[in-house]
């Protein structure tokens, strides 16, 4: 297996990844969307644990981080999710010219707000073939006004920011976008069908209720599967948590993208 920095431009602006490849190509490869605030290592290295055993089980990975997060280019005042579908497109796009890549053979994992962008994206574009969805919200709307403190899109307007108590400063673009998308996610997981989504969300997630992943199941076409994890949070913290959901999406994939 190699491990190799790479980068990509969308709209004048470079990203920055770590693309995983297994010994024997071409071969699938899946593409990690990290969540709002997040990165392409995410919390307790979910995503390089995530990627690495992708790579064991013969797939690539690329994880990277959308424009305005972690290394990558351009401000996070400027992030909006239009913005991040748009990177993951420009992200398809570039991996599909690798020759390591098997053609036709693309998969995404998103985590939360990452996972909002692949449905998203997904529903759009049919270069991708299988969908994961981590802990993602059916109404944006609802879980972007708790994340965001209930402030109204007004006050937003007013200062064309809003300063959150973590140290990131998010724009009107961002604010006004999410605070729209009512049922834009439940619109756009049932287009995703007759392509493969799994939906893996915890019991106790205090982020985004378990209940946004019942109403993503009952919503979206077949095939699809729900993975409900016992006990665990909204990025999975508990050591043997995170591993139920990596090997589970693992073996999901190899059913369904190999």
Known sequence: ??????????????????????????????????????????????????????????????????RGSGESEGLFQSMTVSGEVSDLKAAITWVENLDEVEKGRVGVVGLSLGGVVAILTASQDDRIRAVAAWSAPADLSEVAKGVLGGVELEEVASRGYLDLPSGYRVGYGFVSEAYSMKHAVLSAVSKISPRPLLIVHGTEDQVVPPSHAERLYKTAGEPKSLFMVEGADHTFSRWELQWKVINHTVEWFEENLK
């Open 1 to 66: 297996m190699e491990e190799k920095p790479v980068f990509f431009v969308n709209e004048g602006e470079r990203l920055v990844g770590m693309l995983h490849v297994p010994d024997e190509t071409p071969a699938p490869i899946v593409v990690f969307c990290h969540g709002f605030t997040g990165h392409r290592i995410e919390a307790h290295r979910l995503f390089v644990h995530a990627a690495r055993t992708f790579c064991r089980h013969g797939f690539l990975a690329l994880r990277f981080d959308f």
